[in-house]
């Protein structure tokens, strides 16, 4: 590796990916050998920086000049100016990279980073994903090295189980005692299997961290093999992720050439080997013993548990099963020790937890923050605020197993228990931000309609108690609702977390339990007084023209119906038989003279 | 097949080659190339070639080699400055590539200033 005086790195995650990064790159590196350039400066393709929203990102270096929105028309003048001249381009400048001085702002200083401590993100965007060298360089490996040449397996969990750390991929189960369980099963061979059957809407942390950082989570796989007697591992990858699949392939078949994998890894004892399978996009395979069984080539059905995996898992050995997140804090708690770790986040909940953010915030993106942030930290001091002025109105952590959390809750910090008392949960972390035009009774019926969809159909509660529920949601958004729609809610729900066979059916009424929970009014006015108060619902919105009706005809003129009604210069009606809320006349109103009611 | 040592071994290699991804740690000295207008009219490309050439022979993993604009003194240019961490920044004038490599050998490595390329020197020589 030559030594060049200005390192570019482009995005090169999936949000940034389809908004053009490859095209961005391609351009860039033309354009460097046009102006003699390639010699001088490399163009480096990372991982994500979190900052979706500002995407496709570009930062060059040694500056550390943060480039947001870049188009390929912009790389000439990026090139010709920055890279050839020096001087930075101001106006593709991100917009708090800036002082009002025109200095530039380190990147950590920005509000988006500032309150973030990125562990398992702490090299996506730092370094080429596809580079092992320079994986190597940020110290990857170096904890496996540490744990087969210096310490025996029982110390090696007894430091994971310290650290306190907890199942990042929701069910927040003590990953040190997991790995004991699958240490003390006695058997002729074993596996380790990390999950990477990201499901919930909305979250995408582990595709960024396989993408971003792959050789962390193949060392944490390694580390976890030499704790509990196992030589083989998979990666149980979804096929939506094509990017993360590519990267992961390639660190692999790097590791195995350096022999970080393999046998006798570094010289000892120890060989450890991963394979990829790839998952056909099934939200139940991210429940641990679907996913064996889809590994196995069986159809991606749950068994009842135990016997736990750590007893008889994957083609019936002992197994051991961890999300991705999970895996990439490993190697830092091996390095960093145990005390570093604990001073992290809260007692009960230690070290750092990854949200996507979504919805109707300003900064969609992803974001690492230490456990016991309070809510809203996360949402107006690194997510900026909800967009156009509008009001928060609440919160959905935990996709379709969680629950939403109202606006006035937003100062409980963000940790496993917390969040379990508020009636939500960790899950994978989603975190999906509602605002005033939300309806929450039609937030339920989304999610349950994705957990109807994604229900395996094995048991009868989750196949057709949750169906049930749907229908009922289903009439109440349409005004249908009836007396006791609220009661059978509460009466299926409670039945179908008591009875079903897995994890989506004991979750999948969450979303409803917690709505009616916190916004039970909005339930009632649905049915009772056949309204919306969000004014989100079709069916229970009626349209207006209020007294600011210049009478200029736009809107009957667009109406496709022909549902409004009035002389020029005078105020307009609307037929509301007629009318299908097609809402275009609202949007054609110069005057914001046409309210829903 | 990878030793514990060998893997130590890349870790530093490319630890220096990335080094100036890591904004906290930036200790580096730094090379101001002059590359504006007037700066490359006057050769400024080739001086820039000619730092990076030099360190790269040399193996400087912790020199940062950047340009600026104009700095008004256009009848010097090419120039570039030398700047050590915490010191004030040496300013070079009238550079070819001869002279680079003297600056990088004396001052980048050895940190002693070469007095006669310093813009002090050849204004009082005229």
Excluded at chain 1, 340 to 360: C, D, I, Q
């Amino acid at each position: 590796m030559e030594i060049y005086r200005s390192h570019v790195l482009v995005c090169g995650g999936t949000g940034c990916t389809s908004s053009g990064s490859s095209k961005i790159i391609e351009t860039m590196e033309q354009m460097l050998v046009e102006k003699e350039l390639e010699r001088e400066i490399k163009v480096i393709r990372t991982g994500c920086f979190g900052l979706c929203e500002a995407g496709p990102i570009v930062i060059v270096y040694p500056e550390g000049t943060f480039y947001s929105h870049v188009k390929v028309e912009d790389v000439g003048e990026i090139v010709e100016e920055h890279l050839l001249k020096g001087r930075i381009v101001r106006r593709l400048v991100y917009k708090g990279a800036l002082t009002d001085e025109s200095a530039q702002v380190p990147l950590k200083d920005i509000p988006f980073y500032q309150h973030q401590h990125r562990i398992a993100l702490r090299n996506c965007g730092v370094i080429d994903p596809e580079n092992i060298d320079e994986a190597i360089a940020t110290d990857a490996y170096q904890a496996l090295a540490k744990c087969v040449t210096e310490m025996t397996p029982e110390e090696v969990i007894e430091v994971i189980s310290q650290s306190g750390l907890r199942g990042r991929g929701g069910g927040g189960f003590s990953t040190g005692i997991k790995w004991k369980f699958a240490a003390s099963s006695k058997s002729d061979k074993k596996y380790v299997i990390c999950n990477a059957d990201e499901g919930d809407p909305g979250a995408f942390m582990d595709r960024s961290i396989l993408e971003g950082d792959p050789h962390t989570v193949l060392e944490a796989m390694a580390i976890c093999g030499y704790c509990i007697g196992s030589d083989e591992g998979y990666v149980y990858v979804r096929a939506e992720y094509p990017i993360a699949v590519e990267r992961l392939e390639k660190a692999i078949s790097q590791a195995r050439a350096y022999g970080l994998l393999g046998d006798n890894i570094l010289g000892t004892d120890f060989s450890f080997n991963i394979h990829v399978r790839l998952g056909a996009g099934a939200f139940v395979c991210g429940e641990e013993t679907a996913l064996m069984a889809s590994i196995e080539g069986h159809r991606g059905e749950p068994k009842p548990r135990p016997p736990f995996p750590a007893v008889r898992g994957l083609f019936d050995k002992p197994t051991n099963i961890n999300n991705v997140e999970t895996y990439a804090n490993i190697p830092p708690i091996i390095l960093n020790g145990v005390d570093w770790f604990r001073s992290l986040g809260t007692e009960k909940s230690s070290g750092t937890k990854v949200f996507a953010l979504g919805g109707k915030i300003n900064n969609t993106g992803l974001v690492e923050v230490e456990m016991g942030t309070p809510l809203r930290t996360v949402i107006y001091d690194i997510g900026g605020g909800i967009p156009k002025g509008k009001q928060l109105k609440a919160v959905q952590t935990g996709g379709p197993s969680g629950g939403c959390i109202p606006v006035d809750l937003l100062d409980v910090p963000i940790e496993y228990d917390s969040l379990i008392e508020l009636g939500s949960m960790m899950g994978s972390g989603g975190m999906i931000v509602m605002d005033e035009d939300n309806c929450m009774v039609d937030i339920a019926r989304f999610f349950l309609d994705f957990t109807v969809e994604e229900s395996c159909g094995k048991c009868t509660p989750c196949r057709i108690g949750t169906r049930r529920m749907l229908e009922i949601l289903d009439r109440i958004v349409e005004g249908k609702g009836k007396e006791d729609d609220i009661e059978k809610l509460e009466r299926l729900a409670r039945v179908i977390k008591e009875t079903s066979l897995c994890g989506l059916g004991q979750t999948a009424p969450n979303p409803v339990l917690s709505t009616l929970h916190y916004f039970r009014d909005e339930y009632e006015a649905h049915i009772y007084d056949r309204t919306c108060p969000a004014h989100h619902c079709r069916s229970l919105t009626k349209l207006q023209i209020t007294d600011d009706c210049r009478g200029c005809t736009a809107c009957a003129r667009v109406c496709p119906v022909d549902a409004i009604s009035g002389e020029v210069r005078q105020k307009h009606v609307i037929d509301m038989d007629k009318c299908t809320k097609c809402y275009s006349c609202i949007e054609k109103c110069r005057f914001d003279a046409i309210i829903k009611v | 097949m990878l030793t514990k040592e060998q893997l130590e071994v890349i870790r530093q290699r490319t630890l220096e080659r990335i080094q100036m991804r890591k904004e906290d740690e930036n200790q580096a000295v730094r090379v101001v190339v002059g590359m504006a207008t007037c700066g490359i009219a006057a050769g400024a490309r080739p001086i820039m070639r000619a730092f990076m050439d030099e360190c790269n022979l040399r193996n400087l993993t912790h020199v940062q080699i950047t340009q600026t604009g104009c700095v008004g003194m256009c009848r010097y240019e090419p120039m570039a400055d030398v700047i050590f961490p915490g010191k004030d920044p040496v300013t070079y004038v009238q550079l070819t590539p001869e002279k680079v490599r003297r600056i990088v050998a004396e001052h980048v490595v050895n940190g002693q200033p070469v007095k006669e390329f310093t813009i002090g020197a050849v204004l009082n020589n005229q």
